[in-house]
């Protein structure tokens, strides 16, 4: 028999994009002769009694934005991603693979660093991670160093050594 995969888009940022990356991962597992369908969150909600009919062998569950990179909005979807999750967890013992571009950025960082440590959470092709990027921060020379920009400056620096520390680990 086929194996059967259901692929979870968690994406419902207003407008819609169609969810491509979960799309390219269809398609190589369909060539792979495996069954695939798609669950949207963006048009439906009723997860649990999906999950209970099609009775699939693996989930991915598909995470394209972990916030919206804004400001002044900065809204996170971790929160929201993480109830999915649970609801999903609380439904099947079936794998469920995390991936998309949301989850690549920072996935220690922002995603999961809880579910790592406690070994709930397995991270798979570790040497596909993000390259490091240079930060620059750039201001108006004519602001001069202000305590505004230096409260900036330390808060950033802070962060960041944070971050890089955990994915130095
Ligand atoms: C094109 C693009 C857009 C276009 C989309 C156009 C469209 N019609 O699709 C536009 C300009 C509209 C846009 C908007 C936004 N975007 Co945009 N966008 C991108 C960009 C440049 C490419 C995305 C893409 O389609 N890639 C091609 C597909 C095939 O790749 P992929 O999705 O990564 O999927 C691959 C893998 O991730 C993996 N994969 C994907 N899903 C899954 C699932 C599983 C289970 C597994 C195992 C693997 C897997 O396999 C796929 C094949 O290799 C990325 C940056 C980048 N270089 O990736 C940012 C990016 C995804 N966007 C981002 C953001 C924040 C947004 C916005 C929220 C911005 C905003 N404030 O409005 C909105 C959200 C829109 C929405 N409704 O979701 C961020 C997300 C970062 C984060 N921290 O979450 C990114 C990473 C850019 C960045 N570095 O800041 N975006």
Redesign the pocket.
Known sequence: MRPTAL?VNT?T??????????E??GSYLKDKGVDVQVFDFAFRDDIESYISSMRPDFI???????????WPSARS?IPELKVLYERIRNCTDVPV??????????PEQ?ICSGELQQGTIHPVLPEWSPRSVDVYMIYPFQLSFSNLIRAFYDTALEIITENTAMTEE
């Open positions: 692929l994406n940022v207003r407008p819609l994009v169609a969810p491509i990356g979960l390219y991962v991915g569950f598909g995470i394209r934005n972990s916030d919206d990179c804004s979807f693979i995390l991936g998309g571009g949301g989850l690549s950025v920072m922002i």
